[in-house]
């Protein structure tokens, strides 16, 4: 009798060993790493230590449109980068695949010039910190939309771009 319960005992632990092993690993997921830019949705986003509701904010974005780089993916969290370096985890609905580029120099402003060329037309004056909707790089410059003209600044004066821009957007 009690090797019929030992082994019954047995098979009742192996069976739900079993079954609890494919839900088990698909629980772990893990953490991708990627590396492309997006811009952020909303003009408030929260900024958390992890992946998840239940950690806690580090920072809040509150402007819409800035530049981020996406460094890690995690179900549906994004690890993001900024211009300064900070990192940090958003949920994916506050991100948009919709480039833009920020003005980041220590200059008090950049040109933003009709074509590739300094010596062509200035159209604008732009500060440190101003966004634009991204077009196109061609070799050491950008294109970029800042209220409603078009026009390209130097790739050293922009963050939000990287050297595979250079190659897919010829």
Same mark, same amino acid.
């Given at each position: 009798?009690?090797?019929?319960?030992?082994? @019954?005992?047995?098979?009742?632990?192996?069976?739900?060993?079993?079954?609890?092993?494919?839900?088990?690993?698909?629980?772990?997921?893990?953490?991708?790493?990627?590396?492309?830019?997006?811009?952020?949705?909303?003009?408030?986003?929260?900024?958390?230590?992890?992946?998840?509701?239940?950690?806690?904010?580090?920072?809040?974005?509150?402007?819409?449109?800035?530049?981020?780089?996406?460094?890690?993916?995690?179900?549906?969290?994004?690890?993001?980068? /900024?211009?300064?370096?900070?990192?940090?985890?958003?949920?994916?609905?506050?991100?948009?695949?919709?480039?833009?580029?920020?003005?980041?120099?220590?200059?008090?402003?950049?040109?933003?010039?009709?074509?590739?060329?300094?010596?062509?037309?200035?159209?604008?004056?732009?500060?440190?910190?101003?966004?634009?909707?991204?077009?196109?790089?061609?070799? /050491?410059?950008?294109?970029?939309?800042?209220?409603?003209?078009?026009?390209?600044?130097?790739?050293? /004066?922009? @963050?939000?771009?990287?050297?595979? /821009?250079?190659?897919?957007?010829?």
């Amino acid at each position: 009798m009690k090797s019929f319960r030992f082994i @019954f005992s047995f098979l009742t632990a192996l069976a739900i060993l079993l079954f609890a092993l494919p839900s088990i690993s698909f629980a772990a997921k893990k953490i991708d790493e990627v590396n492309y830019f997006a811009s952020l949705r909303s003009s408030e986003t929260n900024v958390r230590s992890g992946p998840g509701q239940n950690y806690p904010i580090k920072f809040t974005y509150k402007l819409r449109g800035i530049p981020v780089r996406v460094i890690s993916e995690y179900d549906n969290w994004n690890e993001i980068q /900024d211009y300064e370096g900070q990192s940090g985890w958003v949920t994916q609905s506050l991100l948009t695949k919709k480039r833009t580029l920020m003005v980041r120099t220590s200059k008090s402003f950049v040109n933003m010039h009709s074509k590739t060329n300094a010596k062509s037309r200035i159209l604008y004056r732009l500060e440190n910190n101003v966004i634009g909707d991204y077009l196109k790089c061609a070799e /050491d410059w950008c294109a970029l939309k800042v209220s409603g003209k078009k026009g390209w600044v130097e790739k050293t /004066d922009l @963050f939000g771009m990287d050297e595979e /821009d250079e190659k897919t957007n010829d």
